[in-house]
């Protein structure tokens, strides 16, 4: 009953290159979420959104950005991958800030 | 700052006991407390949140108790079946906008 998705599931890369991250929702939620997973790692927010035009960054440092220019889209950015971007990226979005959050998959990123 | 402490070892628990998974956390108690399963390479699902004022919450197997005096809260699986096996999430709410995540303890049923 997935209601968020996030595409693609895995991306193999070479360093340097542009990367989009693309999540959607169908739910109606106003607040989003991205996290960065690594195996057996807690997970660490790296972006959130309220609502249209409105994202704040989260407590882990992270080099990419996000837009919110639909409700229903929240894609992350990187300008320029490198090897420490490797990671899990996770995509999340609740009625409310306080209320249980609806995941998607992830996409695995590995960056040669 | 706050932070969660699941047991990081896996639990191994024979088909039909009762597992408990244990979250304890070190400063403020939360106004939330939330339980979350997560399979191999897919995203955190919901299973339960526990307000504070709360002491315990059940939905059909699973139990989840908040005790704020010890700054702990227990997760219950009963009659744990071999597709319960997972990792499973513990998620603090610390206000504004955010919960913090526990490492998860992995059940194998």
């Known amino acids: 009953e997935a209601d968020i998705y996030q595409t693609p599931r895995y991306l193999v890369i070479g360093t340097g290159k542009k990367i989009t991250l693309e999540c959607s929702q169908t739910m109606g939620h106003d607040k989003m979420y991205w996290y960065q997973q690594d195996p057996g790692m807690e997970l660490h927010l790296i972006h959130y959104?309220?609502?249209?035009?409105?994202?704040e960054k989260g407590d882990l440092s992270s080099e990419s950005t996000v837009s919110r220019i639909r409700t229903e889209h929240f894609p992350l950015t990187l300008e320029s991958a490198r090897p420490s971007h490797t990671s899990q990226y996770l995509c999340?979005?609740?009625?409310?800030?306080?209320?249980?959050?609806?995941f998607g998959d992830g996409t695995r990123l590995s960056i040669l | 700052s706050q932070k969660i402490e699941q047991n990081s070892e896996a639990l191994n628990i024979q088909e039909g006991k009762t597992a408990t998974l244990t979250c304890n956390y070190t400063n403020y108690s939360p106004a939330y407390l939330q339980w979350y399963r997560q399979d191999p390479g897919r995203g955190p699902v919901f299973l339960l949140l526990i307000r504070e004022n709360e002491k315990e919450k059940r939905k059909e197997r699973l139990k989840v108790t908040f005790d704020t005096t010890l700054k702990q809260s227990l997760f219950h699986i009963t009659a744990s079946q071999p597709a319960d096996s997972a990792t499973y999430l513990c998620a603090l709410w610390i206000g504004t906008y955010k919960y913090i995540f526990g490492t998860g303890t992995r059940l194998k049923v």
């Open positions: 999340a979005s609740s009625k409310h800030s306080n209320q249980p959050q609806h």
């Open positions: 959104s309220y609502g249209v035009n409105s994202t």
